[in-house]
């Protein structure tokens, strides 16, 4: 067998799937938002196969927007939304979730708040992807947040659960090695650039964001990812979110699959739709890989030129919510704001901004 032949894989359809997000915000108890989460997982059963048919049998991957089960936290504190807002690893939540993948025999993608038995009263933003078997192949929990706790805030201890591998997950599948990247952090190239490094070919990114008709930074973002590391993005953003305080349509609209040239292949209008889907095509990807050239930003970076940068010139630090015993702490909300603030100090000591 030749190196080309090694390199053949499918081509298959994927889709950003638009949806809504009924936000529980409002819900007085854990049992009251449970229900919208529930309406909101029959509600999926019955888009994703329809969508399905009208592609095509050959749609092998969805990916759903950011925080779809419950919209985001807006004025409750982490213990409150711990309790009535985040799923277990183990719970019933992912178990419709991979009847869903079973069902239709697709690769799903998402993002919920989750809880972890290793860091009570705290919950980690997590993307996972439920292969067709129903089995969550990857769970990837998100680094970089404004106002949520992050495994970096618990870094020493959380290293020791899950070591560097469990931070920066790819799952090697039949249809590409898959990775998953939360909303905001699209906007850090060093995140995107540790799952690359990692062999990752496809970029799975549920967002929730203002998608309006400029070239608003996550539109940049997603399209300077897929470039520099040669690798397709599926970024799927919210059809509307329903109960929230915010206009309904504020975070809402284009979601996008990107080539790994960085070209738009298909992209959304505003709404609850299906219409941004697309061709994945493996082979193409592998070959343009190992093609030399200039164009080549993998083969020819020379990462041993930043490290020394990296380590020295840090900003935000570990372990923030870890105390010397390795026990954690539950912050209230004013917690981020003080550490970026502090953050923001260093580095005007050190001249850098």
């Not at 809504?20 to 999926?44: H, M, P």
């Not at 779809?68 to 009535?84: H, R, V």
């Not at 809880?115 to 933003?125: A, K």
């Not at 850090?188 to 549920?206: D, K, N, Q, T, W």
Request: include cysteine.
């Amino acid at each position: 067998m030749t190196e080309d032949q090694k390199l053949l894989g499918p081509t298959y359809y994927a889709i950003a799937l638009q949806t809504a997000v009924d936000a529980v915000n409002g819900c007085q108890s854990q049992a009251e938002a449970a229900e919208v989460i529930t309406r909101t997982l029959n509600r999926l059963a019955r888009e994703i196969p329809a969508s399905k048919r009208f592609i095509g049998p050959d749609t092998k991957l969805f990916v759903l927007p950011e925080y779809f089960l419950t919209a985001y936290p807006l004025g409750d504190t982490i213990e409150g939304w711990a309790q009535k807002a985040s799923i277990r690893t183990d719970g019933p939540e992912y178990e419709a979730l991979g009847r869903i993948a079973q069902d239709n025999k697709i690769y799903l993608a998402g993002n919920a708040y989750e809880l972890d038995d290793h860091f009570p009263g705290l919950y980690f933003q997590s993307c996972f992807i439920i292969a067709p078997s129903g089995d969550v192949i990857l769970r990837y929990r998100r680094l970089n947040s404004m106002f949520a706790p992050t495994p970096h805030d618990v870094w020493d201890k959380y290293l020791d659960l899950y070591g560097l591998e469990g931070v920066f997950p790819v799952a090697r599948t039949e249809i590409g090695a898959l990775a998953a990247i939360a909303s905001e952090e699209i906007l850090y190239p060093e995140i995107v650039r540790c799952l690359a490094m990692r062999g990752a070919e496809i970029f799975l990114h549920s967002t929730g964001e203002m998608g309006n008709m400029t070239n608003t930074p996550k539109n940049i973002a997603r399209k300077a990812r897929a470039l520099e590391n040669m690798a397709y993005v599926i970024s799927a953003n919210a059809g509307t979110i329903r109960g929230h305080e915010l206009p309904c349509a504020a975070t809402d609209g284009r979601s996008a699959l990107i080539d790994y040239q960085g070209q738009t292949l298909a992209e959304s209008g505003w709404g609850e739709t299906m219409t941004a889907y697309g061709a994945i095509d493996l082979n193409a990807l592998r070959r343009y890989r190992r093609r030399p050239g200039m164009g080549n930003f993998l083969a020819r970076q020379r990462f041993e030129l930043f490290a020394e940068s990296y380590a020295t010139l840090g900003s935000q630090k570990a372990n923030t919510l870890l105390n010397d015993k390795g026990h954690h702490r539950i912050p209230d909300r004013t917690h981020f704001m003080t550490t970026q603030t502090d953050c923001i100090a260093r580095l005007a000591r050190k001249n850098v901004i």
